[in-house]
């Protein structure tokens, strides 16, 4: 059924939407401007600008103290994130690039918040399967290499506590999902939203955010 509510998202509206956002403090627009210079051709692997406030945004909704993210890439979006943690609140990060980490974890001491971020350089799947098998995160965020996904997603959900949040970016893939001829990247994320939407572990919604995200709440 076709919806009448959509709305043309052109780059003024979207100029107009970070206009009424929380615009970058200065530790984050350094980083994304040093981002964009020193890594041009991989930039487009950093969150969108409207993004950070939203991870912001769920971890106070949700109150979380332990998050989880899988890709870190230069960080903005663990630097957002660990802004919006409590004092006591901690950050475990995962990504395989000691280049691309090493502007993360400068931006994260300029911000003063590199005592509340663990960040570990090796394959998520062999750091998430090497976490405590119990229920124990509030917050999960996925972003990382698009084939792993399902992977990604079978070691959080299991120790994701009851009422724990998942979000999961890129599951758009810039419209590729909706191609049954796909292949690589966007055939993954395709397979990967069906294996969510038949996961009776989790209620979840997919938002227009940025290239497309999912919420899903452990149930």
């Known amino acids: 059924m076709a ?9 003024e509206l979207h100029a107009y939407m970070l206009e009424h956002n ?6 984050q627009r350094k980083l994304i401007e040093v981002t964009h210079s020193k890594l041009p051709q991989v930039a487009g692997k950093q969150v969108a600008q409207e993004q950070g406030p939203f991870l912001a945004f769920l971890i106070r909704l949700t109150r979380a103290r332990y998050v989880v993210e899988v890709g870190t890439f230069t960080g903005l979006s663990a630097l ?8 006591d609140g901690a950050l475990l990060t995962c990504d395989v690039s000691e280049e691309w980490t090493a502007y993360a974890k400068e931006a994260w001491e300029e911000a003063g918040v590199a005592d509340r971020i663990e960040l570990r350089i090796a394959p998520a799947t062999e750091t998430l399967a090497g976490l405590p098998e119990e229920p124990h995160i509030d917050l999960a965020f996925l972003d990382a290499d698009k084939e792993n996904y399902i992977a990604y997603w079978e070691e959080l959900v299991p120790r994701m506590r009851p009422g724990g949040l998942l979000v999961v970016d890129n599951v758009f893939m810039r419209g590729g999902v909706i191609d049954v001829r796909a292949t690589g990247a966007a055939a993954a994320i395709r397979e990967f939203n069906e294996h969510v939407r038949g996961d009776d572990r989790v209620e979840s919604v997919m938002l ?11 149930v």
């Open 3 to 11: 919806s009448g509510k959509r709305t043309q998202f052109t780059d």
């Open 22 to 27: 929380p615009s970058p403090d200065a530790v």
């Open 80 to 87: 957002s994130m660990a802004q919006a943690l409590p004092p």
């Open 208 to 218: 227009p955010v940025a290239d497309g995200v999912t919420l899903a709440r452990k």
